[in-house]
């Protein structure tokens, strides 16, 4: 069974920045892709970013580019995704998703994938 653990949300001022964790557990990690998915209030979750089994390509929202850095490493098990320049509007639960296969991992197809619990980012002054 495959578990999802992330960490480094918090609160953190207009252009600081973050860097997320998500450390996957109980199957082999060069098995998934992985992607980052955020959920603000009142709006559905939408795809932040994504990577590939071995890290060569990734993809990014239109509201990441420039901003974001996905990465993993495997042999620590673990995706991560650095936020700079942040902005109110980045404020949202982010959530790490593992997914057998990139391409539904960017449609949004999650009958396969895996998700953590959740980490808050709050972006204010």
């Known amino acids: 069974q495959v578990q999802l653990v992330e960490s480094g949300g918090g609160l953190v001022q207009p252009g600081g920045s973050l860097t997320l964790s998500c450390v996957v557990s109980?199957?082999?990690?060069?098995?998934?892709?992985m992607g980052w998915f955020r959920q603000a209030p009142g709006k559905d979750r939408e795809l932040v970013a994504g990577i590939t089994w071995s890290g060569t390509s990734t993809h990014y929202a239109e509201s990441a580019k420039g901003r974001f850095t996905i990465s993993r490493d495997n042999a620590k098990s673990t995706v991560y995704l650095q936020m700079n320049n942040l902005k109110s509007e980045d404020t949202a639960v982010y959530y790490c998703n593992a997914n057998p296969d990139y391409i539904p991992l960017l449609r949004g197809q999650h009958e396969s994938a895996v998700w953590g619990q959740g980490t808050h980012v709050t972006v204010s002054s």
């Open positions: 109980g199957r082999p990690f060069k098995d998934y892709c």
